[in-house]
């Protein structure tokens, strides 16, 4: 199954900063999905990104929050834009192989 | 919303023992699927069923799908303590395709060595 290295794993901000998480597979994949995991709760898709075209968000996302980079089949960004400490939670990236692979997650704290 | 409800939302048992999760979800759906996740970081694929399937089994892991009733349950047979995390079921709506899943709100367990 793909590999999928996910950095960083951890980061504290400051509030009205942006991170910008960065997914690399290690084979090629039409389709890769960011998720969100709030403290304690499950996740919540933003949105699939696929390349070549632009990201398709979830309801309650948008592009301006969430911009999302998609330039080949290995590698996408999430970044997460003026931030507040509403935004602390776990990012997750995942390609589908008939059961979702995901990445290691990003802790994300914003203070 | 699709979102599956699982129970218990939290479980803790003795190493040794069996552990059952439920999930039940509100739409039709292509297939089911079970995730650990453990110490809040990625997710592992446990196993996948499909919707004309009602029974799979994976080494210590056990699988049932009651598409009448919407539900279906998780079974981990002689516990141990490394199974400690949390558990998602996560449906494949029919109406979506098969890639966008839908998270359960997982069940926490604990196996006490």
């Known amino acids: 199954s793909a590999v999928i290295s996910q950095k960083p794993s951890r980061d504290i901000c400051q509030r009205g900063t942006s991170l910008t998480i960065q997914c690399q597979v290690d084979?090629?994949?039409?389709?890769m999905f960011w998720y969100r995991q709030q403290p304690g709760q499950s996740l919540t898709l933003i949105a699939t990104?696929?390349?070549?075209?632009?990201?398709?968000?979830e309801s309650g996302f948008v592009i301006d929050k969430f911009p999302i980079s998609r330039p080949n089949l290995t590698f996408s960004t999430l970044t997460v834009s003026n931030m507040s400490p509403e935004d602390s939670s776990i990012y997750l990236c995942s390609v589908d192989e008939g059961g979702y692979t995901f990445g290691s997650g990003t802790r994300l704290t914003v203070v | 919303s699709q979102q599956g409800e699982e129970d218990p939302q939290a479980l803790s048992i003795q190493e040794g023992e069996n552990a059952t999760m439920n999930c039940s979800y509100k739409t039709s759906i292509n297939n089911l699927q079970w995730y650990r996740q453990n110490s809040g970081r990625g997710l592992v694929h446990l196993i996948l069923?499909?919707?004309?399937?009602r029974e799979k089994h994976s080494g210590r892991l056990r699988v049932t799908l009651d598409t009448s009733k919407k539900s279906s349950s998780l079974l981990i047979t002689a516990s141990r303590a490394a199974d400690t995390a949390s558990y998602f079921c996560a449906t494949a709506p029919a109406t979506s395709g098969t890639y966008k899943y839908i998270f359960g709100t997982g069940t926490r367990l604990k196996v006490l060595a």
């Open positions: 069923i499909r919707s004309n399937e």
């Open positions: 084979s090629q994949v039409t389709m």
């Open positions: 990104a696929n390349q070549g075209s632009e990201a398709t968000y």
